[in-house]
């Protein structure tokens, strides 16, 4: 577990599924992973994460790869065997582990980076009988990243906030061959007011790419003279200026 990144891979930012009907509320153990983000050198073909189902029954899952890329500054998943999960399916006994290993499917350097995301879907019991209730099955989602060979360096980011009628959208470019992990961001105006953006994780801009975030700015925002973002990137305190679009 590093800085800010996926520990809330158990928590809320895991895109949790909830599959309603009407009535009561039907509880599901909750896994447990480890790592909760995943570096795969380059001079490696497989590496594999562990599931532990704390509870008190058996738990059921499917495991996928998927290539987690950049559309716009949106995430995109595209199925992928690039890189496989074995086994797909899992039964995980009350109170035990299962290993999932994560295969390349060639061991083909790379230049940049490669990002992709493991999603794990809890399934029902294959005795599970059909309930009046409402039934809670977790996605967990874990990242991957291949590393490049030779020294990627750092991410190379610059930074841009632009305005339309909703309000404020945080641009975030990425030119460099790793990901930045960007949390805890605060903009700075030229005066030194300080507009706190999020305390946690805000998100990535992968290798190559861009990441984009609306926040909670007043559309009268005093951001007059240079402004500048603080934030952590990748674990490490980092200030940068900040280029103002305002379009709207």
Request: aromatic share 6%; with cysteine.
């Amino acid at each position: 577990m590093t800085g800010y990144c996926d520990r809330i891979v158990c928590i809320r930012h895991l895109l949790a599924v909830w599959l309603f009907t009407a009535g009561a509320v039907a509880h599901a153990a909750t896994l447990q992973i480890s790592p909760v983000m995943v570096d795969l050198p380059p001079n490696e073909s497989a590496t594999g994460i562990t599931l532990r189902n704390p509870g008190d029954r058996p738990l059921y899952g499917q495991v996928r790869v998927f290539r987690w890329d950049k559309s716009n500054g949106d995430d995109t998943l595209i199925p992928t065997q690039e890189l496989m999960a074995s086994p797909p399916l899992i039964q995980i006994a009350a109170q035990a582990d299962q290993l999932v290993r994560l295969v390349r499917a060639t061991s083909a350097p790379v230049a940049v980076e490669q990002s992709y995301r493991v999603l794990i879907d809890e399934l029902p019991s294959p005795d599970t009988a059909p309930t009046n209730g409402v039934t809670i099955r977790l996605r967990y989602s874990v990242p991957v990243f291949l590393e490049p060979a030779g020294e990627a360096g750092q991410p190379k980011l610059s930074w841009h906030l632009a305005r339309d009628d909703r309000g404020w959208v945080l641009h975030v470019d990425n030119a460099g061959a790793k990901r930045a992990q960007i949390a805890a961001v605060q903009l700075v105006n030229g005066a030194g007011k300080v507009y706190e953006i999020n305390k946690g994780l805000l998100g990535y801009a992968l290798a190559e790419r861009a990441g984009q975030w609306r926040v909670p700015l007043a559309l009268d925002a005093d951001l007059g003279g240079t402004v500048k973002a603080r934030a952590a990137v990748n674990s490490l305190p980092v200030e940068a200026v900040v280029t103002l679009e305002q379009g709207n």
